[in-house]
């Protein structure tokens, strides 16, 4: 298997724009989970997806943040509209089943907004 | 809520010499700890895991401690080598990944 795919690797974007990242997980995980990691806040959980529905969407920062799970091969993250704060490596990880067990992370995709 | 506590921030230790890492954690029901080692410009990756029916757990040079009293666990490295450059992450959680508590990440500088 390929691992934990993510689009793009790299994303540099004006204020106000719209950011669409992407995931495809590992074949046969069905926990899916999108990360956010800064120097300052560290790697932070936005929303985990269980069976490709969202369970826990707590850590969204706010409604400029949305994801979605359209079927077991495919996630995205948009961020619209974007601000120079959301700047910042998003991961996304793959597991296999609800408990514990090994996160696969992605290359992650590194945002920069101006 | 849990929180995780990782000590020290940065750390460099001479090649050949052992280093140790420290998580407190305060949510007593916690019963899972794994640890992540992140290269610059990479990924997390799983180095090893400790579940709470175990005091200790060893790969090769690397192993985890636990002390359940203390709600303490540790990452011993032995004979180090540059490859073990990274940022090294603990975490817990009492009930699954998508509850892991994160700490903040320690940086291991290899000198040689």
């Known amino acids: 298997d390929a691992g934990v795919i993510q689009s793009p690797r790299h994303e540099v974007t004006e204020m106000g724009q719209e950011v669409t990242l992407r995931c495809k997980p590992i074949?046969?995980?069905?926990?899916l989970f999108w990360y956010r990691q800064t120097m300052m806040r560290g790697l932070e959980l936005l929303i985990y997806?269980?069976?490709?529905?969202?369970?826990?969407d707590s850590g969204m920062p706010e409604d400029r943040f949305s994801a979605k799970m359209p079927n077991a091969s495919f996630s995205t993250l948009k961020i619209q509209p974007s601000e120079p704060r959301d700047s910042a490596v998003y991961f996304c990880?793959?597991?296999?089943?609800?408990?514990?067990?090994?996160?696969?992370f992605g290359e992650g995709s590194r945002l920069t907004v101006l | 809520g849990e929180n995780v506590e990782q000590h020290p921030s940065t750390l460099s230790v001479q090649e050949g010499d052992s280093a140790v890492i420290k998580c407190t954690y305060s949510?007593?029901?916690?019963?899972?700890f794994p640890w992540y080692k992140q290269e610059l410009g990479k990924r997390p990756q799983l180095i090893i895991d400790?579940?709470?029916n175990v005091g200790e757990k060893k790969d090769q040079r690397i192993a985890v401690t636990l002390n359940k009293t203390a709600k303490h666990f540790s990452l011993h490295i032995t004979e180090t080598q540059p490859e073990d450059s990274a940022v090294y992450f603990c975490?817990?959680?009492?009930?699954?990944?998508?509850?892991?508590?994160w700490g903040a990440g320690t940086k291991l500088i290899i000198k040689p």
């Open positions: 990880a793959s597991s296999f089943g609800y408990s514990t067990g090994e996160l696969f």
């Open positions: 074949s046969g995980h069905n926990s």
């Open positions: 997806f269980n069976n490709n529905v969202p369970i826990d």
């Open positions: 949510d007593s029901a916690s019963n899972y």
């Open positions: 400790i579940r709470s």
């Open positions: 975490a817990a959680s009492s009930g699954g990944n998508y509850q892991l508590i």
